[in-house]
């Protein structure tokens, strides 16, 4: 049996886990920037803010209904998931993290008829440790439990958990809408209701003939999967980073080199930053940068530029050197800018990429940009992200818009709560 813990309303959540005032009270979450919906509450679902809306076309309804709004913390919500996960992690016997606010579990060590209640008490546990509520679904494969999970959520008397027997699974597939199997995207999802497959059983009774010709090899693991043939094993190993990314849309548009250098530097920091945690070097850094959708095309500029590293680095000096070389190459004058980023790829880890040191490199000077990374990750890690950086990472008015941002509950000393007796 597979199992699949889902966070509710996992943003939402976060902050309700710091804020009790905000329980039973209508909540949502943005996305970067303030634009749009990403998270609701159940009591915003229930007045009709649809997810993914821009939020500046509900400000009416939102103010008449006293809806708390926030902008996205995503510094808290990563921490926050770490928790979940370690909870589960400890709680059962393997688990593969899927998203930000999901985990598959392998729940085959246990007795069949206590399912039910070991899920109850990894519900209440991971509550009790981390203050977020999960919803649990279990079936002979990733998909039912994925289907399960759906129908833990839909029904409130199943109190967060359910378990799909494999006598009850066309039931259970009856009521689930095709669109919501795992798997089946918008444009399978159309094509099926023009078939007249409307719930995941329709689907689920079509021959596997009928569905490798219409959608191919994802469709049939999916229709495999939906009657009980499991496709999927549980990943307990990550698959190796093959980049990592860090980008923004800007609060306003950019025009000044010095300001573009401040937020591509910043960038350039916080892949360095993730570089180390993560023990891996990277050997390729691109820089890319956009100007607003709705330019003139004369006025518009945009594109991307990637170098290759004498060596595989660790090092914020040296990957922040290139990025800052790679954007004044990009760079325009004139030209507003609202969006840039930086990607590093060539990944390997660290020990591995430390028998290839650059040919021109000085092994005392590696050591001391190690030592040097080693205190730059220590002091803001205890200190708060940022608290040490580099001057071209200095505060400038690109930031985002974030003017209903919450504290750092977990990660920042300067906003962890005080408990006073």
């Known amino acids: 049996m597979f199992g699949l813990v889902d966070c509710n309303n996992f943003y939402v959540s976060c902050e309700r886990a710091f804020n009790p005032g905000l329980l039973g009270r209508p909540v949502v979450v943005l996305s970067n920037n303030d634009g749009c919906i990403i ?9 009709g803010l649809p997810m993914g809306a821009p939020v500046f076309r509900h400000v009416r309804l939102l103010e008449r209904h006293r809806v708390a709004v ?8 990563g921490d926050m998931s770490a928790r979940v996960m370690n909870t589960l992690g400890d709680l059962l016997p393997g688990i593969e ?3 930000i606010d999901e ?8 007795r069949h008829d206590d399912l039910p209640a070991v899920a109850g008490e990894v519900r209440s546990t991971v509550l009790r440790h981390t203050g977020i509520p999960v919803s649990i679904g279990a079936g002979r494969t990733k998909t039912l439990a994925k289907a399960a999970n759906y129908l833990a959520k839909k029904h409130p008397a199943r109190r967060g958990v359910c378990v799909l027997e494999a006598r009850d699974e066309r039931e259970a597939l009856a009521s689930l809408p095709v669109d919501e199997i795992w798997g089946i995207g918008r444009s399978y999802g159309r094509f099926l209701h023009g078939e007249g497959v409307g719930t995941a059983l329709d689907f689920a009774m079509r021959s596997r003939e009928w569905v490798r010709r219409h959608l191919h090899v ?10 009980g043939e499991p496709c999927l094993s549980l990943e307990q190993v ?3 980073r093959k980049s990592i990314c860090v980008s923004r849309s800007f609060g306003r548009t950019v025009k000044q080199l010095d300001e573009l250098e401040n937020a591509v530097g910043t960038f350039a920091s916080k892949c360095a930053q993730k570089l180390r945690a993560e023990g891996l070097r990277a050997s390729l850094v691109t820089v890319f940068v956009h100007t607003g959708h709705y330019e003139r095309p004369e006025r518009s500029s ?17 990957i922040v050197r290139c990025a800052s070389v790679l954007l004044r190459e990009l760079y325009r004058k004139g030209f507003g800018y609202k969006k840039a980023g930086v990607v590093l790829g060539g990944l390997a880890p660290d020990a591995a990429s430390a028998v290839t040191p650059s040919l021109f490199g000085d092994g005392q000077d590696e050591e001391r940009t190690a030592a040097l990374m080693q205190a730059l990750d220590t002091v803001n890690s205890r200190y ?38």
């Open 238 to 240: 990550r698959p190796p």
């Open 302 to 318: 945009g594109g991307h530029l990637t170098a290759a590293m004498p060596a595989e680095t660790r090092s914020t000096i040296d």
């Open 97 to 99: 993290i899927y998203s």
């Open 70 to 77: 926030f902008s996205p913390n995503f510094p808290l919500y």
């Open 103 to 110: 985990a598959f579990a392998d729940l085959g060590g246990f």
């Open 384 to 421: 708060g992200s940022g608290a040490l950086r580099l001057a071209v990472e200095s505060p400038s008015g690109w930031k985002q818009r974030q003017e209903n941002l919450s504290p750092r509950y977990t990660s920042d000393w300067d906003d962890i709560i005080e408990v006073r007796t």
């Open 218 to 227: 994802t469709g049939a693991r999916v229709h495999a999967e939906l009657n």
């Open 39 to 47: 998270s609701r509450s159940q009591e915003a679902k229930a007045l």
